[in-house]
C-alpha cells in the first residue's frame, strides 16, 4: 500500500517533508488531525512493529519520553509497515553535561525491560558466540579471522544480565533534549543485549570504569562492523577490535 496507508490515521492526515537521518526506512513529517507527527514507512515485519511499537508503550507508560505510536482511526499502532509517531521538540546533546543525562536515561531504558523478549528475529552479541546470522548480521560474509575477533570481544559478555538497549545512543541525531527531559529516538537497531553496549558514550559520560569501559567499547565496535560489514565505516570499526 506504500503512503496511501496514511489514511488510516484520518482523511486530512497529509505529508509535509522528508526528515533525514533514515537509512532503512522513508520518514516524513506529517500532519494528523492539525498536529504534526513523524511518520516512517519500512519494510519490517508485522511481528517486528508489534514488538517495537509495544515497547515504545511501555516506555511510555512508564514516564520515559519517546516517539509514541499514534493509532489509527480503527486503534491499530502501524498499517503495511507504516508507523504513525509523536513529534518530539528539543536539540542534540552539546555538553558533558548533557551526555551524562543521557547516560542516566539510558540507565533507567534498561532498567525497565530487564527480562524482554527478544525481538523478533534478532540476535545478541553473545547469542552470535555460536550463531552465524540474526537480522541484518552475517558472520559467513565476514572473513574468519575477523568473525574471531569479533567472537572474542562479545565473549567478554557471556554470563551478563540483558534488558532492551537503544542500539545506537551516541549518535546525537538520536536524541532529542530539552530543559526537563531527554527523549530517545529512531529505535531501529534497539533489541535485547547487555546494557553497557549502549554506554560506550562520548567521554565516558557513563562512567564506567577502565575495564568496564574497554570491554564495552570493544564489543560495541565489533557490532558495528558486523551489522554494517563489509562498507567503508564497518572496516573502520572492525580495525578497532584487537586482535585474537
Not at 519494510?43 to 511499537?53: F, I, K, Q, Y
Not at 574471531?148 to 533534549?177: D, Y
Request: with cysteine; aromatic share 6%; hydrophobic share 45%.
Amino acid at each position: 500500500m506504500g503512503w496511501e496507508a496514511l489514511a488510516q490515521w484520518g482523511e486530512d492526515a497529509v505529508r509535509l517533508e522528508p526528515l533525514t537521518g533514515g537509512v532503512a526506512n522513508d520518514v516524513w513529517s506529517v500532519r494528523i488531525h492539525g498536529r504534526i507527527a513523524v511518520a516512517r514507512l519500512g519494510s519490517r515485519s508485522d511481528a517486528d512493529l508489534d514488538w517495537e511499537t509495544a515497547l515504545l508503550q511501555h516506555l511510555d507508560h512508564e514516564g520515559m519520553t519517546v516517539p509514541v505510536p499514534l493509532p489509527t482511526m480503527d486503534g491499530r499502532l502501524f498499517v503495511d509497515g507504516l508507523v504513525v509517531m509523536k513529534y518530539l521538540e528539543g536539540g542534540p546533546p552539546e555538553t558533558g553535561a548533557d551526555w551524562r543525562r543521557v547516560a542516566k536515561t539510558l540507565r533507567e531504558l534498561h532498567r525497565l525491560t530487564q527480562g524482554w523478549p527478544q525481538r523478533p528475529g534478532w540476535k545478541s552479541s553473545t547469542d552470535l558466540l555460536h550463531a552465524e546470522a540474526g537480522t541484518r548480521i552475517n558472520l559467513a560474509a565476514m572473513p574468519p579471522e575477523g568473525v574471531a575477533r569479533c567472537r572474542a570481544a562479545w565473549a567478554r559478555l557471556a554470563g551478563r544480565q540483558t534488558c532492551i538497549v537503544h542500539g545506537n545512543p551516541n549518535n546525537p541525531a538520536n536524541i532529542r533534549m530539552t530543559a526537563d527531559r531527554v527523549a530517545l529516538i529512531d529505535w531501529d537497531e534497539s533489541h535485547v543485549d547487555v546494557p553497557d553496549l549502549d554506554l560506550v558514550l562520548p567521554d565516558n559520560a557513563a562512567d564506567l570504569d577502565d575495564g568496564a569501559y574497554d570491554i564495552a567499547a570493544q564489543a560495541s565496535a565489533a557490532w558495528e562492523a558486523a551489522v554494517c560489514w563489509q562498507d567503508e565505516y564497518a572496516v573502520k570499526r572492525l580495525a578497532e577490535v584487537r586482535a585474537v
